[in-house]
């Protein structure tokens, strides 16, 4: 698949649950988002960077979604469900995908920020339409199939202090 260029247009996707939960389980840390952000694009073009997030109701999460704006990152917003039984369910899995196909014809490379194995399958069919993927997690807690569907994977913890608050 193509390098990276200066002329490329670049989509940057983050699953925040998933990013929170595996920079918590690890090092008990944040992800910084502007440095995310930073390093996905690189010296391309930004044509969108969209940051899904879940609404659990803290007290802390409007400011964190208000400072996701701040850095460039679209908020799509989703509450979490809560079940009869007590169990919680929220992701964007679903969501991500028909974001990132329906971006496909409007990029170079869609940055996919997860370590979610679920991704692999959207990987392998984005790269059949031409688009470069890319995927940025944190290693430890990334899937293999992910990695091995992208074209590329950036380990955060190789930069940790560049990637963690």
């Not at 995908?97 to 996919?112: E, G, N």
């Not at 370590?115 to 890319?134: P, Q, S, W």
């Not at 190789?158 to 963690?164: G, S």
């Amino acid at each position: 698949m193509s390098v990276t260029h200066a002329d490329q247009r670049v989509a940057v996707l983050a699953d925040s649950q998933n990013l929170y939960h595996s920079a918590q389980s690890k090092y008990s840390r944040n992800v910084d988002y502007a440095g995310l952000l930073e390093r996905a694009v690189g010296d391309r073009s930004l044509v969108r960077a969209i940051a899904y997030v879940i609404r659990a109701d803290s007290p802390e999460e409007e400011s964190f979604f208000e400072a996701l704006r701040d850095i460039g990152f679209e908020t799509k917003i989703k509450d979490i469900k809560t079940f009869p039984d007590g169990t919680k369910k929220a992701d964007w899995d679903l969501g991500m995908s028909l974001d990132a196909v329906s971006l496909a014809s409007h990029v170079d490379t869609v940055v996919l920020c997860t370590g979610d194995g679920d991704f692999a399958r959207l990987c392998t069919h984005l790269r059949h339409e031409g688009v470069r993927v890319e995927a940025i997690g944190l290693g430890s807690s990334t899937a293999e199939e992910l990695i091995d569907a992208a074209d590329s994977f950036h380990d955060m913890e190789d930069e940790e202090d560049a990637f963690l608050l």
